[in-house]
């Protein structure tokens, strides 16, 4: 895990009524376009409004809360109706529900066809404790504040309202209101264990010392460092520890995951949904032609500068991104199938490559970075499998962190901010889906300062298990879980706390770095 919320991963939409719904208004000013005149069937079209208000516009809502036509009339070829309702029967709903039994009677008595809807107007109010920030959100031509009411003028068409767009809305507004409340995750923190308070005898940033000795370099890239050899024998020792006193005692089994990420997984997973300010974007050439390149290469041979403006013409649509959160593209390999019960709990990880986060203004030292390591730990199976996992994941670690390492560390569970913005805080079947960080303290940045979170352990529900549609063989729901192992961050937290001179080592770490290799001299 690289930076706050690195691991944690996205669930599928957020079940109809988790939390508490929002008071939702909605109006609908719409036509039924007929074949000819109607008319001369008014009487059956108030007499079927009647019946409706009664009956199908409130079929599976509470006493009270169905959708209503509160007004209606017919010019022409035109029904005009206006539909009021709250969040249980919609007015596209209502109005779509009206359609095909409406133009069943006037086609039976009157030979009159429904050709089309006509939209006019269509509104959405919810009550709102401030104004949102100024947005652009697809399909709402105005968005207004005014009396505790956020009001949405949506445009648009039947098309639209079949495809359930009014319904996404809805549930993007209920999304960004719960981000204004949910206020941080302290206010969702809770400590579980702390260890005693050690005495340091290093005191300095761990980054600037490791950079002195001449262990790391900058790269040429922004947030990325090259690992000397002495580094990279940390690197080693801490991913042979993991193999050594988790993964291997614990039995999993190591994967190669995609490294590249298609938009089709971050759909599945989640990700989708807010991953576009922190990816690294993915552009394939739009050809190999030699020739199509041709201007781009006699370019850089001339000025000797790479002409970017020139590659943006001849570059696609970006397909994807690189590795963000590293176990989404894990997902495809059971993607559509039903696994044998005996198979679970399926115990895999992954260290085959690099993960890369855009961290705009964050980034700092080797603990915040664009361009990480990490070993990604992933299980599956059922509910009480993927917790028992995640507690001998924390049993295991508890051991590295406490006999190996020697750290002063604490772990506290955290509602992950995707859950809250999910809506699954307090949801009785996810209770037990979260987050445990691991975070340990940095001497260098003085008492009472933020620790560095340098692990966690998440159970993310269903969510993953389900947006890639995998069964059990007994048909028991799946759950999985995932930790992420940063490389960076175990540095950090270990490096911020011990130093750079193996004498100030734990000894059981000293004995499995074995002799710090030589690195490389400059004139």
Same mark, same amino acid.
């Given at each position: *895990? #690289?930076?706050?919320?690195?691991?944690?991963?996205?669930?599928?939409?957020?079940?109809?009524?988790?939390?508490?719904?929002?008071?939702?208004?909605?109006?609908?000013?719409?036509?039924?376009?007929?074949?000819?005149? $109607?008319?001369?069937?008014?009487?059956?079209?108030?007499?079927?409004? +009647?019946?409706?208000?009664?009956?199908?516009?409130?079929?599976?809502?509470?006493?009270?809360?169905?959708?209503?036509?509160?007004?209606?009339?017919?010019?022409?070829?035109?029904?005009?109706?206006?539909?009021?309702?709250?969040?249980?029967?919609?007015?596209?709903? %209502?109005?779509?529900?009206?359609?095909?039994?409406?133009?069943?009677?006037?086609?039976? +008595?009157?030979?009159?066809?429904?050709?089309?809807?006509?939209?006019?107007? @269509?509104?959405?109010?919810? !009550? $709102?404790?401030?104004?949102?920030?100024?947005?652009?959100?697809?399909?709402?031509?105005? *968005?207004?504040?005014?009396?505790?009411?956020?009001?949405?003028?949506?445009?648009?068409?039947?098309?639209?309202?079949?495809?359930?767009?009014?319904?996404?809305?809805?549930?993007?507004?209920?999304?960004?209101?719960?981000?204004?409340?949910? =206020?941080?995750?302290?206010?969702?923190?809770?400590?579980?264990?702390?260890?005693?308070?050690?005495?340091?005898?290093?005191?300095?940033?761990?980054?600037? %010392?490791?950079?002195?000795?001449?262990?790391?370099?900058?790269?040429?890239?922004?947030?990325?460092?090259?690992?000397?050899?002495?580094?990279?024998?940390?690197? /080693?020792?801490?991913?042979?520890?993991?193999?050594?006193?988790?993964?291997?005692?614990?039995?999993?089994?190591?994967?190669?995951?995609?490294?590249?990420?298609?938009?089709?997984?971050?759909?599945?997973?989640?990700?989708?949904?807010?991953?576009?300010?922190?990816?690294?974007?993915?552009?394939?050439?739009?050809?190999?032609? !030699?020739?199509?390149?041709? #201007?781009?290469?006699?370019?850089?041979?001339?000025?000797?500068?790479? !002409?970017?403006?020139?590659?943006?013409?001849?570059? =696609?649509?970006?397909?994807?991104? *690189?590795? @963000?959160?590293?176990? !989404?593209?894990?997902?495809?390999?059971?993607?559509?199938?039903?696994?044998?019960? +005996?198979?679970?709990?399926?115990?895999?990880?992954?260290?085959?490559?690099?993960?890369?986060?855009?961290?705009?203004?964050?980034?700092?030292?080797?603990? /915040?970075?664009?361009?990480?390591?990490?070993?990604?730990?992933?299980?599956?199976?059922?509910?009480?499998?993927?917790?028992?996992? $995640?507690?001998?994941?924390?049993?295991? @670690?508890?051991?590295?962190?406490?006999?190996?390492?020697?750290?002063?560390?604490?772990?506290?569970?955290?509602?992950?901010?995707?859950?809250?913005?999910?809506?699954?805080?307090?949801?009785?079947?996810?209770?037990?889906?979260?987050?445990?960080?691991?975070?340990?303290?940095?001497?260098?940045?003085?008492?009472?300062?933020?620790?560095?979170?340098?692990?966690?352990?998440?159970?993310?529900?269903?969510?993953?298990?389900? =947006?890639?549609?995998?069964?059990?063989?007994?048909?028991?729901?799946?759950?999985? =879980?995932?930790?992420?192992?940063?490389?960076?961050?175990?540095?950090?937290?270990?490096? %911020?706390?011990?130093?750079?001179?193996?004498?100030?080592?734990?000894?059981?770490?000293?004995?499995?770095?074995?002799?710090?290799?030589?690195?490389?001299?400059?004139?």
């Amino acid at each position: *895990m #690289e930076s706050k919320k690195r691991d944690e991963c996205c669930p599928a939409d957020k079940p109809e009524n988790a939390g508490n719904p929002i008071n939702f208004k909605f109006r609908l000013e719409c036509s039924l376009k007929t074949s000819a005149d $109607a008319t001369i069937a008014a009487d059956i079209v108030g007499a079927y409004i +009647d019946e409706a208000n009664q009956t199908i516009l409130t079929k599976g809502a509470p006493e009270g809360q169905g959708a209503k036509v509160t007004a209606w009339n017919v010019e022409g070829d035109r029904i005009n109706l206006t539909f009021e309702s709250g969040r249980h029967v919609r007015v596209h709903d %209502a109005l779509l529900r009206m359609r095909k039994p409406l133009a069943a009677k006037l086609g039976k +008595d009157y030979k009159i066809g429904v050709r089309g809807i006509e939209v006019r107007s @269509y509104t959405i109010e919810v !009550p $709102a404790e401030k104004e949102l920030p100024k947005m652009k959100i697809p399909y709402v031509a105005e *968005m207004t504040y005014e009396n505790g009411n956020i009001r949405l003028v949506l445009d648009v068409d039947e098309a639209a309202m079949s495809n359930r767009v009014p319904d996404r809305i809805l549930s993007l507004m209920e999304d960004k209101l719960e981000q204004q409340t949910y =206020g941080g995750k302290t206010e969702h923190w809770n400590v579980l264990w702390q260890s005693e308070k050690k005495e340091h005898t290093f005191s300095d940033d761990p980054t600037k %010392a490791m950079v002195e000795a001449g262990w790391i370099k900058r790269g040429a890239s922004r947030g990325q460092w090259i690992h000397g050899p002495q580094s990279t024998k940390m690197f /080693r020792t801490f991913e042979k520890i993991v193999l050594d006193e988790l993964l291997e005692p614990l039995g999993y089994r190591e994967m190669i995951f995609p490294k590249l990420v298609p938009w089709e997984v971050w759909q599945k997973s989640g990700h989708a949904k807010g991953v576009y300010p922190e990816i690294y974007y993915v552009c394939p050439p739009k050809t190999r032609d !030699p020739e199509f390149w041709e #201007e781009v290469i006699d370019h850089y041979k001339v000025t000797l500068e790479v !002409p970017t403006s020139l590659i943006k013409e001849k570059i =696609g649509d970006p397909i994807g991104g *690189m590795c @963000y959160a590293q176990c !989404p593209p894990f997902w495809t390999y059971l993607q559509g199938e039903t696994v044998p019960t +005996d198979e679970f709990p399926i115990k895999v990880f992954d260290r085959s490559g690099t993960s890369h986060r855009y961290e705009s203004g964050g980034i700092h030292g080797m603990e /915040r970075v664009d361009e990480f390591h990490r070993i990604e730990i992933v299980w599956v199976g059922t509910k009480d499998q993927v917790i028992k996992v $995640a507690n001998e994941l924390h049993d295991r @670690y508890m051991h590295i962190f406490n006999e190996i390492l020697e750290l002063e560390w604490r772990k506290a569970w955290v509602t992950p901010w995707f859950m809250a913005q999910e809506g699954l805080t307090g949801v009785a079947e996810q209770t037990e889906a979260g987050t445990t960080d691991y975070e340990a303290v940095l001497p260098y940045r003085g008492e009472g300062a933020e620790w560095l979170e340098f692990q966690n352990v998440s159970v993310n529900g269903n969510k993953y298990p389900s =947006g890639f549609n995998v069964k059990c063989q007994s048909g028991e729901e799946l759950w999985s =879980g995932c930790s992420g192992v940063g490389l960076e961050r175990w540095a950090s937290a270990f490096f %911020a706390q011990k130093g750079l001179d193996p004498a100030n080592w734990p000894e059981e770490f000293r004995k499995r770095v074995g002799e710090v290799p030589r690195g490389i001299r400059f004139l």
